[in-house]
């Protein structure tokens, strides 16, 4: 083959006769470990949310998260580790869109809407209910029940306070804050423990927007707490 064909070759591959090949970037370890815990995470939720409790397996997890035994056992020694890790992981998710929501609702003045979006994200969503799960099947292994308590505590506290911060900032009284944010997330909470049986996704919109009725009332006539010097934002003001 002359020199004329040889570069014609190299065109016809998508490449050039005089190119020099790109050296590969490579990971480091640490990136690739990272990567693989990720996968496993990710598929250990995948098989949570579809199978439970009763029916996890470490070597399905395996399976989906295409990694062989003895990687996942060196990430994840035992199945109770894997389970808690792969509730962290996706409550620390969950976390970190009800912070960012709670932040962006002190802009948009309308607090309890921003919250029962909040609260309806997380309780009508696969992250509580495989969380219900691990509390439930507590009753036959303690350390379970413990360890879920504790990875729903850990992202509710935190978002729970953010909300808190907004109602007081936007002028509700401290107690009526309090007393708001219990009820809200109690209503939101058993509505969405109620649609794992009835799932009524218009007449939980419909009673849900009776709330903001009923709390936007309330808010109107306790009228807003004194406000702090310095602050700029408006007293609440929820739909009509």
Request: positive net charge.
């Amino acid at each position: 083959m002359d020199k004329t064909s040889r570069a014609a070759r190299g065109r016809d591959l998508g490449g050039s006769a005089s190119a020099t090949p790109q050296p590969r970037v490579r990971r480091t370890q640490e990136a690739r470990s990272d990567e693989m815990k990720q996968r496993i995470l990710a598929a250990a939720f995948e098989v949570l949310k579809e199978r439970g409790i009763a029916g996890f397996t470490t070597p399905e997890v395996a399976r989906r998260a295409g990694v062989s035994r003895g990687a996942q056992v060196h990430h994840f020694p035992s199945k109770h580790e894997l389970v808690v890790a792969a509730m962290e992981h996706v409550f620390e998710l969950a976390l970190a869109h009800g912070l960012a929501l709670a932040k962006t609702a002190k802009q948009s003045n309308r607090p309890l809407e921003a919250l029962i979006k909040d609260a309806s994200a997380f309780y009508f969503s696969d992250y509580f209910y495989v969380g219900l799960d691990m509390l439930l099947a507590g009753g036959k292994d303690p350390a379970l029940k413990e360890a879920a308590v504790q990875v729903v505590r850990n992202y509710r506290r935190p978002v729970e306070q953010a909300w808190l911060s907004v109602m007081r900032e936007l002028g509700l009284p401290e107690a009526a804050s309090e007393d708001l944010l219990l009820l809200t997330v109690s209503l939101v909470r058993g509505l969405g423990i109620r649609a794992l049986w009835s799932p009524e996704p218009e007449r939980v919109a419909q009673l849900l927007s009776l709330w903001q009725d009923m709390v936007g009332a309330y808010i109107k006539s306790i009228g807003p707490s004194p406000r702090q010097p310095g602050a700029d934002a408006e007293p609440v003001q929820e739909r009509r």
